[in-house]
């Protein structure tokens, strides 16, 4: 299956600092997942994007998706320890379901 | 709390062993996912099943086997475990295919030993 690849594997920011983490895939994506995984805890849903062209916003968290759909990107605004964990993007489908590498995002208080 | 159930929680066996995990969708959800995480790795993405029927194959092993029974929930077989199985594995769920956001359960932890 298609593999969606995302950049970059780690990031480790000062508390107040911007994060940006991308998605890219080599096809047209139907629509694009975001998700958030906690240290210890399970992935858990952050938004879907279905749109080209689309952005959403969820107060500090600001998700894109490409005019081509074919990249994503996911931009926390002045980060804060509460945003630590990674941040996965995810390819659904009706026959594949495939998950980016992970972007670990680490906040220095 | 999502909704989604697993069980054990913990579970540590030796090698060639077989082990039975147990997922319990969110009410209403048809489809179930399985996946495999390894220590600071990614979600690898096992099997899914869509109301009973497998719909989907990933990077499952044939040592692995998996189905989901009438009641919807769902139970993933890994049998001759090696010690390279020993990971997280979740289960999701969701109302359907594709444009459904997953719900993850809190995931069991296997060690192989």
């Known amino acids: 299956g298609q593999q969606v690849m995302q950049i970059p594997q780690y990031q480790h920011v000062q508390e107040g600092e911007d994060f940006t983490t991308y998605c890219n895939s080599s096809?047209?994506?139907?629509?694009i997942q975001w998700y958030k995984q906690r240290p210890g805890g399970h992935p858990v849903f952050l938004i879907q994007l279905v749109k080209s062209g689309e952005v959403k916003k969820q107060k500090r968290l600001t998700f894109q998706f490409g005019e081509a759909k074919k990249n994503s990107s996911l931009h926390i605004t002045a980060t804060q320890t509460t945003d630590v964990g990674t941040y996965f993007c995810s390819k659904p489908g009706n026959n594949d379901m495939r998950f980016g590498a992970g972007t670990r995002l680490t906040v220095k208080p | 709390d999502s909704g989604v159930t697993q069980t054990p929680k913990h579970l540590i066996t030796a090698t060639g062993q077989r082990v039975t995990l147990r997922c319990s969708p969110r009410s209403g959800d048809l489809s179930v996912y399985w996946y495999q995480q390894s220590l600071d790795q990614g979600l690898q993405f096992l099997i899914q099943?869509?109301?009973?029927?497998?719909?989907a194959k990933g990077n499952i092993l044939e040592r692995f086997s998996a189905q989901q029974f009438p009641d919807l929930h769902s139970e993933l077989n890994l049998s001759s475990l090696e010690l390279g199985d020993s990971a997280l594995y979740f289960c999701a769920s969701s109302a359907g295919q594709g444009l459904y956001e997953q719900y993850f359960g809190p995931g069991t932890r296997l060690t192989v030993t």
């Open positions: 099943y869509y109301n009973g029927e497998e719909r």
């Open positions: 096809t047209t994506l139907s629509n």
